[in-house]
């Protein structure tokens, strides 16, 4: 186990991400915020689902995910039609708009890295990404008091970075 300084620094440097987020914040369009490219993102990378599938990947309440959806359904970038098994419900897919504006997004987003971190190696910029991955994976897993609410010791599989192409798909925000 690391120690008790390594910890506080890393709390440190994870707050100072912040001005990466914020760098990225930048280079959307303004017509495209970053709730809305999460909501293209996780339907791109989920494919189509109802609206409280999405409140859960997005971890916000539906009231916040509703407001995301009506967003870029306004835009034309989803769509919204009748679930066939449950009428009163709603499912969302992207749509080829969807899937331009996401392009464009996915574009930005790694012109801003390229050039930001032009002076790293391949090697560096595959071990930062391993290293978030399994970062991600652990708080997925684990929460901030043990395994998340509703998983099993058992259940709690991470990922690892070359298992599957699901670790290279990013949100662009």
């Known amino acids: 186990m690391a120690a008790r300084s390594q910890y506080e620094e ?3 440097q994870l707050s100072a991400v912040g001005a990466v987020k914020r760098g990225l914040a ?3 369009p303004a017509e495209c915020p970053a709730g809305s490219a999460a909501v293209l993102a996780l339907l791109h990378q989920h494919g189509e689902m109802r609206i409280s599938r999405l409140a859960e990947l997005l971890d916000v309440d539906m009231s916040v995910t509703s407001r995301h959806v009506a ?3 306004e835009h034309g970038w989803i769509e919204r039609s009748s679930d ?3 009428k009163r419900s709603r499912i969302l897919r992207l749509t080829p708009a969807g899937g331009d504006v996401l392009s464009e997004l996915n574009r930005r987003t790694t012109e801003m890295f390229a050039h930001n971190l032009s002076d ?3 090697d560096e910029v595959g071990q930062l990404n391993a290293l978030l991955a399994r970062l991600r994976d652990s708080f997925a897993c684990r929460g901030p008091a043990g395994c998340a609410p509703g ?8 990922r690892h970075a070359d298992s599957d192409n699901d670790s290279h ?4 925000v």
Do not use: F, M, N
Not at 151 to 158: E, I, M, N
Not at 169 to 172: A, E, F, S
């Open 71 to 73: 967003h870029v359904a």
């Open 26 to 28: 930048r280079i959307l």
């Open 84 to 86: 066939p098994a449950d």
């Open 10 to 12: 890393l709390a440190r």
């Open 151 to 158: 998983k099993h010791s058992g259940d709690c599989r991470p």
């Open 120 to 122: 790293w190696s391949d």
């Open 169 to 172: 798909t990013r949100t662009p």
